[in-house]
């Protein structure tokens, strides 16, 4: 299971770091994405961190600005939010996936376990 916490609500400029947390087994093994929905939008891929090498991706938007790390021995994964703008706005998911190849990262299908959400307001 994964659960997502570090949400809430933060004016325009300010920073937010997001946690998913893994229980029951190790996301090592585990390509891990950072998806987000807002209210009548689909959900978008935000982030991913490939299984091996820790490669990063990143959606254009937030290039820059956000930072995926994980940490596999707390079983782990974060999502460092900075210069947050009003379009950030969003119910943010955690999700990952044991076989994922690099170009089928940003497809929300991709991943097998998907964490509960957590909303992140940002006020202008």
């Known amino acids: 299971q994964l659960q997502a916490s570090g949400g809430g609500l933060v004016q325009a400029g300010g920073s937010l770091r997001l946690s998913c947390a893994a229980s029951?087994?190790?996301?090592?093994?585990?390509?891990v994405g950072w998806f987000r929905q807002s209210p009548g939008k689909g959900r978008e891929f935000v982030a991913a961190?490939?299984?091996?090498?820790?490669?990063?991706y990143y959606t254009d938007s937030v290039k820059g600005r956000f930072t995926m790390s994980r940490d596999n021995a707390k079983r782990t994964v974060f999502l460092q939010m900075n210069r947050l703008e009003p379009e950030d706005t969003a119910v943010y998911y955690c999700?990952?996936?044991?076989?994922?190849?690099?170009?089928?990262?940003?497809?929300?299908?991709?991943?097998?376990?998907w964490g509960q959400g957590t909303q992140v307001t940002v006020s202008s």
């Open positions: 999700a990952a996936g044991a076989r994922i190849i690099t170009s089928s990262l940003g497809a929300a299908t991709s991943y097998d376990y």
């Open positions: 029951g087994r190790t996301i090592s093994g585990y390509a």
């Open positions: 961190m490939a299984r091996t090498g820790g490669a990063t």
